[in-house]
């Protein structure tokens, strides 16, 4: 994970470093905060599977919903938006709006119900 983590901040480099010469550097911080948002989602599911925890369902979409990755996907997607896509936005986006918190539900929740039905069916 640590290899998998230096190389993705390599990258976030590269992306800082091309978006600094159009003058949008911040995109790659954005993109960074919500990259350790996913990830300190997935340490708190390894966490709570190594302590053998179930937490209720409330808790779990809390924080399956930062799992989804859906966070970074739309960070990053605005990174393609250029001039669409500026500061204001990034910071809109961070406020975790109400519809990019439904989109990040419907996505965990849609991934859990594939999921499921794979594994069942196997």
Not at 110 to 120: A, K
Request: aromatic letters at 14%; one cysteine or more.
């Amino acid at each position: 994970m640590k290899v998998f983590y230096k190389e993705l901040l390599n990258v976030f480099e590269a992306t800082e470093n091309i978006a600094s010469k159009e003058g949008r550097s911040y995109c790659a911080y954005y993109v960074k905060e919500e990259f350790k948002n996913l990830l300190r989602s997935y340490r708190m599911e390894a966490q709570w599977f190594n302590e053998g925890y179930v937490p209720t369902f409330d808790v779990y979409l809390q924080n399956g919903s930062e799992s989804s990755t859906y966070g970074v996907v739309v960070a990053a997607g605005f990174i393609g938006m250029e001039k669409i896509a500026g500061i204001k936005e990034y910071q809109w986006l961070q406020s975790n709006p109400k519809i990019v918190k439904a989109l990040k539900v419907l996505g965990r929740l849609e991934n859990d119900i594939v999921s499921h039905q794979v594994y069942t069916n196997t």
